[in-house]
């Protein structure tokens, strides 16, 4: 029996066990000197000036949701086609959800779709308080145009980036903010560098970050100045928010800088294994994934598209005969909207979400990850074309 190999994998090395081991004999396992250093790096690394380090992206997401008042009575947009915790944010909030169609070629939320909703909602008095596109696979949303429209309708920019990390769009790293209020990130282990769980809020705003980072922990402040009572004396803090215990720890935070020190590699490797798959896949009838010139991808994921009719076969056949070879592929995503908790709540119709439905139809995603080899890959693509039983040649 060959080994296995999964769709993604985190990649640690002998830095990364000292640095979580000098920890464990330090004085601090959480709240010590490591946090802010991370943060302070990410910081560095993106070019942005507050990072609020949490223990997931999902409570990046919510904390990010709070920080710009999304509350009842209000809507929040994303993209269909991207984990659950995209939308379930606005729902802590207990906010509306609604879904921008994705733009077939990239994958991302159509700025164009996003263009045409946003027209009609206006007539419908139900413009979007926030929008939150998710920079699926790595690559980055067209944010000028998404930016260009939130001054036009008045709404406010969250971008999912959890896959992210390491990306650029135009002259900018993802994370900076330049087109948007706040960034998260996730590093979860199948994401571009981790920290066992953890996330991260970026923000250009100082108020943004201070209310992040209140309601990280409890909502409390020790700062005198934020204080909405005069203080009692020096052992004094105060609770003004109701927040949460979404702290991440030195632990999580002494991987992550151990990490971080190698994400412009990771990524490096991630871009190669890219083009070696477009090499070998080149000559299938495949959809292979497309980087708009004005990206750089840290790929998270390689997702291909089986073309059915030329293929002879469909998505789940391909899919079954990858995972029958021991090649664990996965499917990214099933569109939100058809998630059972969000029909039962809004019953959303597929129908008005074409490119999403299309896509999901078809997509797989692909091993990849730093120690994924070239012969890895020859690997899955005879998996690819060589049928199982009586499944039919392409
Ligand atoms: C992984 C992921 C999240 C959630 O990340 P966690 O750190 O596991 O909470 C959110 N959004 C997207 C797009 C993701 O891929």
Known sequence: MKNQIPY????????????????????????GPLVPLFEKMVCEYVGVK????????????????????????DIVWTSP?????????????????????????????SADALSLKLEKAKLENKLPKVVIPVHFSGQSCDMEKIFALSKEFGFRIIEDASHAIGSNYKNHKVGSCEFSDITVFSFHPVKIITTG????????????????????SHGITRNPKEMTEPPDGPWYYQQIDLGYNYRMNDLQAALGVSQL??????VQRRQEIKKYYDKILNDLPLILPKQMEYNHSSLHLYVIQVKEKEMLADRKVVFERLRAGGILVNVHYIPIYRQPYYQKKYSFLPSSFPNAESYYNQCISLPIY??????DMDRVKETLITPIGHQVLF
């Open 50 to 73: 507050n990072g609020i380090a949490v223990n997931s992206a999902t409570s990046a997401l919510h904390l990010a949701c709070l920080a710009l008042n999304v509350g009842p009575g």
């Open 261 to 266: 020190k190698r994400l412009d590699s990771i």
């Open 81 to 109: 086609i991207s984990f659950v915790a995209s939308s379930n944010c606005a729902l802590y909030c207990g906010a509306d959800v609604d879904f921008v169609d994705i733009d077939p070629v990239s994958y991302n939320m």
């Open 8 to 31: 993604g994998r985190h990649s640690i090395d002998q830095s990364d066990i000292d640095a979580v081991v000098s920890v464990l004999k330090s004085d601090f396992l959480t709240q």
């Open 197 to 216: 769980e953890g996330g991260m809020c970026t923000t250009s705003d100082d108020e943004l970050a201070n209310t992040i980072y209140r309601l990280r």
């Open 370 to 375: 730093p120690e994924l080899t070239n012969e």
